[in-house]
């Protein structure tokens, strides 16, 4: 398999976008077919958001 990364630090930020658009549609969908309560998947993401909003979800270090 051959693997041709973005040339442009502006063709980055648009697959940037793009991965994290289809890692949250996946987590949202999964998230959807739990087998719990509505209000439960509710605070799901809503914790997912605030660890990612607070800048604590273990990603690359600064």
């Known amino acids: 398999m051959i693997v041709h ?5 502006e063709k980055q930020a648009m697959l940037d976008a793009r991965a994290a658009a289809f890692h949250a549609g996946y987590v949202a969908q999964y998230i959807g077919k739990l087998c719990c309560p509505t209000a439960q998947k509710l605070q799901l993401l809503d ?3 605030r ?3 607070d800048g604590s979800a273990g990603g690359e270090p600064e």
Do not use: D, K, L, V
């Open 47 to 49: 914790a997912i958001a």
């Open 5 to 9: 990364y973005p040339e442009t630090p």
């Open 51 to 53: 660890t990612i909003r």
